[in-house]
């Protein structure tokens, strides 16, 4: 549904920062399971900003 709504570029990128913070959790060895990542707090946030 969320692909339906949202224009491609939009989505694009979406999509784009998305991996990036997945590749961030996984420097992290931030173990997850069934596609969607932890839900975020704010050191994980300030850490991937920083």
Do not use: H
């Amino acid at each position: 549904m969320w692909e339906s709504s949202v224009s491609g570029n939009t989505l694009k990128v979406y999509s784009t920062g998305m991996d990036c913070y997945k590749q961030f959790l996984r420097s992290q060895a931030v173990v997850y399971v069934g596609g969607s990542p932890p839900p975020v707090t704010n050191d994980l946030l300030i850490n991937f900003i920083a």
